[in-house]
T-cell receptor, first 113, second 112 residues
Framework: AQKVTQAQTEISVVEKEDVTLDCVYE???????LFWYKQPPSGELVFLIR??????QNEISGRYSWNFQKSTSSFNFTITASQVVDSAVYFC??????????FGKGTRLHILP | DADVTQTPRNRITKTGKRIMLECSQT?????MYWYRQDPGLGLRLIYY???????NKGEISDGYSVSRQAQAKFSLSLESAIPNQTALYFC???????????FGQGTRLTVV
């Protein structure tokens, strides 16, 4: 089966704490892409990052960082020094070789002031 | 103007009615997708299309149909709406080289 698992349904942290959102995927493809999206309370889906299967370099963008490990089929997302505006639902997604895009069930993140 | 536009944004309809959700894009992408979002279930793929002659079923296509009228337009129809089709529906576009899928703002559909 090809799927994306976000085991954390809901997480609450206090503002300024670091938080990591987990994503584990399964695929038979050797070429694929992984994504993270943010869905704030307003409902739109905001693209955060894309990573292809041949690039295991970690990426940092401001307070956001992503750790891609093919050996464990994981693509985890860390927010450093969290802020209330980070409160949202976050989705991890897998784009297969045939361009079908499948999503995890999402992690709802609450940042408490 | 938004690159991916969904109409309507909100709709309430009665059980048994036919309803069409429309999606148009100005990104020039060939790939288009329809997803539905339900609380706790994430986004589930209903149908996807790689061009006007290529339509594919997703995970949950039963009760839905689609039409790719042009490269820029992809419509989702509920032939006879039922209450468990109440959900938030998203259209998305992509091409082989794009950075992920680009989403419309969603259509909130309520079937009463």
């Amino acid at each position: 089966a090809q799927k994306v698992t976000q085991a954390q349904t809901e997480i609450s942290v206090v503002e300024k704490e670091d938080v990591t959102l987990d994503c584990v995927y399964e695929t038979r493809d050797t070429t694929y892409y992984l994504f993270w999206y943010k869905q704030p309370p307003s409902g739109e889906l905001v693209f955060l990052i894309r990573r292809n299967s041949f690039d295991e370099q970690n990426e940092i963008s401001g307070r956001y960082s992503w750790n891609f490990q093919k050996s464990t089929s994981s693509f985890n997302f860390t927010i450093t020094a969290s802020q209330v505006v980070d409160s949202a639902v976050y989705f991890c997604a897998l784009r297969r070789r045939d361009d079908k895009i499948i999503f995890g069930k999402g992690t709802r993140l609450h940042i408490l002031p | 103007d938004a690159d991916v536009t969904q109409t309507p944004r909100n709709r309430i309809t009665k059980t048994g009615k036919r309803i069409m959700l429309e999606c148009s894009q100005t990104k020039g992408h060939d790939r288009m997708y329809w997803y539905r979002q339900d609380p706790g279930l994430g986004l589930r793929l209903i149908y996807y299309s790689f061009d006007v002659k290529d339509i594919n079923k997703g995970e949950i296509s039963d009760g839905y149909s689609v039409s790719r009228q042009a490269q820029a337009k992809f419509s989702l129809s509920l032939e006879s709406a039922i209450p468990n089709q109440t959900a938030l529906y998203f259209c998305a576009t992509s091409d082989r080289d794009s950075r992920g899928a680009f989403f419309g703002q969603g259509t909130r559909l309520t079937v009463v």
